[in-house]
Structures are given as C-alpha cells and as structure tokens.
C-alpha cells in the first residue's frame, strides 16, 4: 500500500530589478529598498520638509548628480515649507555608481554641492539660483545603506545615508516653492559617477511637481522630468518621482543613537517584535540575532520555534551615522502542546492530544515501522487539519508482516518510539 508524502513549503522570492546608465544615459538603478527618511520630530530640531521618491513596481535606482568638467548633471526637486523656516542642515541618500570603472566599492570621500533655486512662477521647473555652497568631506557625516554587483556585467553601486550642517544657514518664506539640488563634485573627473538615491516607496506628506533633470554632457540642454528618463529608460510602469532629502531648522546635531524596544510573545511559536525610534535624523537600520546566529536587518516581527531557552539581540543605527549599543532579551519557547501514544491491536493507532490552549492547524505526522518482515504499513504520513484544545485525533495505520519491529511517530516536533511484536494484521505488546 502506497502512502503520499504531503509536504508543505513557503518559499519567498526576492526580484531585485536593475538598470544600468551609460555616460549618456541619465538612470541607473541599484537594489530596491524600502525608505527608511521618515517624518520625525524633536524638540531640540524639527523636521520641516521630507520627500521620497516613489516608482511603481520593485524597480529603484540612482540619478546622475555630479559635478565635472564634461558637465554637470542637475537633479532638482520642489518643495514648500507650511511656515518660514531657517534651515540649517540637510539629509539625503547618495553615492557612487558604476564604481568598477574606478576602484570598486567604497567611499571616495567627495565634496558635495548644494544649491538651491526659485520656482520658474508655474511650479514646474526651477528658476534663479539663490544659494551654492560646496560641502567639505570632513563635515559630512555617512552611514553605509548599500552596495551591489551585478553579476551580468560587473557594475557596481556605493551609497550611503549623508547629513551635514549647512556653511550658512538659509530662510525660506512659508507657501513659497522653491527647488533643491544635491550633487557630488567629481574628482577625478572619471567614473565613478555620483549619485541621488531614489526609492520604491512613496510615504511623502508633500508631493509638489515631479523631480526635473538637466545635463547638457548627456543631453538634456533644458530641464526634462524624471519621469519622462525613466520611460525612456524602460520603467514600464513610472509614477510621479521625488528625490530623496530632508531639512532641519534649529541648531542642534544629531549626535544621539536610536531606541530600539523588544516586545516578546506567545509560547510556541515565540513572536518578537522590534520597535525602533530617533528623535531627530530618523532610524535608518534595526538589526537583530538569536543566539548565536549571525546579525540581519530587522524588517518584520520573527518567529521562533525551537524549544528551549534563547536570547534575541538588537540594536539600531540613524541616518546621522549614531549606532545604539546592543541590546539582548532572554525568552523562552515552549515545548509543542502535543502528547502522543502509540497502541497495538489491529494494526498501528496513535493518539495525539491538544494539551494547549490555543488552536493548533496543519500538524503534520509520519509513522514509520522498522521490522524487517513488514510488507504493508511499513510508512505512512500526512497532516492534521485542525485541533481544538482538549481534542484528540488517532491515526491508524494498517499492518501486515511477522517478527518484532520498533514503532517511530512524529507529530509536529513531537517524536514518541514504542516496539512490538507484529504478527499477520495485529501488533502485539506495543510498550
């Protein structure tokens, strides 16, 4: 008699969806990841503009903004305050890409520009230029976001989360559009290229027109909207497009490290949940590890299942490059709320019983007879749909053969052994 194995498999696919951009091409993508520049607020800093790019699919990737002598690219991005605002520093996420021209991946410790303009008088485009200051190296604080190679062609892709006080502070007037620009001042003038990071999700709270690009070395003499280079870059489902960057008034840095919480629950599975908060630059990163297991980004609560005692460990990281000091929480995860007994008699049954208080679903079991004269009943498995707590569920098994035999069931995580004597259709003196 034939037995089916069930089994049952959650497979999660990660699509990582990357373009690449020539010289004269304006977009290049990197690996997406969900945006980490959410709104917060401080009382000794407030935040009082943010805006994220968002792009439909699991596409992300990087737009020119660099600096040299064949030209200089400029992304720019629109934005209001509610209210007048002194600005005194500035987030965003950038980089270097197609860095296998250069020296790979790393940090080339560039300047970086930032310049600010009017409005055109209709939203759409920007206007006067009305603040340009280059950034030093030295007053730019990084924390590493991310880095890849393409394993078709060798490509590779730098960024980081950058923050910096502003040389001088500027104001800007309430319900007034203006337009920003953040690039990298290329030295060398060779590749690598820098970059302006965008994401493949939208949690903006202002959306004004779409990012605008132009750069005369790759084409584009007249300001030209994102979303129209990434049509032409083959996104085939573009949305309206905003840089990634933040504003600060006030004048305090950001020197302090995030708060990372551990909510623990449940008993098996153990349930662990990760809530991160900073009070001023924004968490970038929570990470985790249980036992003696390697750290991971923290994305979503974790669930344990091997019984016994474990300790979880975590911390996180800002924007502003501050790292938390690690942190641990024992736990505890329950033996399964299962008993199981193996019987005799006409053939094999083995009664499994809830012990717990809550409902248990897809159990799996198998049972398995090692008697050498076994001919029917040798193997057999399957799954438990349901059971209530107090319930119980017997599981019989047809066996045909002679001669002692040792009796194997495992149910979920859940393994009982007996042995008996089997003689034609019944088993005998099964302990």
């Keep these: 008699m034939k037995q089916n194995n069930i089994i049952k498999q959650a497979v999660v696919l990660l699509l990582m969806a990357l373009m690449v951009a020539s010289s004269s091409v304006v977009l290049a993508n990197t690996n997406t990841h969900e945006s980490v520049n959410q709104p917060q607020t401080s009382t000794y800093r407030d935040l009082v503009w943010d805006n994220v790019l968002g792009v439909a699919g699991s596409r992300g990737g990087i737009i020119v903004a660099t600096v040299r002598t064949e030209g200089t690219a400029f992304p720019a991005d629109d934005f209001q305050l509610t209210t007048e605002q002194t600005v005194t520093s500035i987030a965003w996420q950038g980089g270097y890409f197609q860095c296998q021209l250069a020296e790979g ?129 083959g ?72 019984p016994g005692d474990h300790t979880v460990y975590f911390y996180s990281t800002d924007i502003a490059g501050n790292i938390e000091t690690e942190k641990s929480q024992d736990f505890t995860v329950a033996a399964p709320p299962l008993t199981v007994t193996i019987k005799g008699g006409f053939g094999v049954s083995v009664v499994v019983k809830n012990t717990g208080t809550a409902n248990l679903t897809d159990i799996a079991w198998s049972l398995n007879l090692d008697g050498k004269l076994i001919f029917v009943g040798k193997a057999k498995s399957g799954t438990i749909d349901a059971l209530a707590p107090g319930e119980s569920f017997t599981i019989k098994d047809m066996v045909v053969g002679f001669g002692k035999t040792g009796i194997t069931a495992l149910v979920g995580d859940v393994e009982t052994t007996a042995s008996g004597m089997v003689l034609l259709v019944f088993v005998l003196g099964v302990k």
């Design 235 to 306: 996104d085939p489902n573009p949305l309206p497009h905003d840089l990634n960057f933040q504003l600060f008034g006030g004048e305090a840095t950001d020197d302090t490290p995030p708060v990372t919480t551990c909510a623990i629950t449940g008993e098996n599975p153990v349930t662990i949940t990760l809530t991160a908060t900073d009070d001023m630059s924004g968490v970038n990163h929570t990470f985790y590890k249980i036992d003696d297991g390697t750290f991971a980004t923290y994305t979503a609560p974790v669930q344990v299942t091997v």
């Design 105 to 233: 991946q790393k940090d080339y410790h560039w300047d970086w520009n930032i310049v600010f303009w009017t409005d055109n008088g209709a939203g759409t485009t920007p206007g006067t230029e009305i603040y340009n200051q280059t950034i030093s190296d030295a007053s730019i604080t990084r924390s590493f976001w991310f880095n890849y190679t393409r394993p078709d062609n060798g490509n590779t892709y730098w960024t980081a989360n950058y923050s910096c006080d502003l040389p001088e502070p500027i104001t800007f007037t309430a319900d007034t559009t203006y337009w920003i620009t953040i690039h990298a001042i290329q030295t060398p003038n060779t590749y690598p290229q820098g970059s302006w990071c965008r994401h493949n999700s939208s949690q903006s709270p202002i959306l004004l027109h779409e990012a605008m690009f132009k750069g005369v070395y790759w084409g584009y003499t007249d300001w030209a909207t994102i979303m129209t280079l990434l049509v032409a870059g």
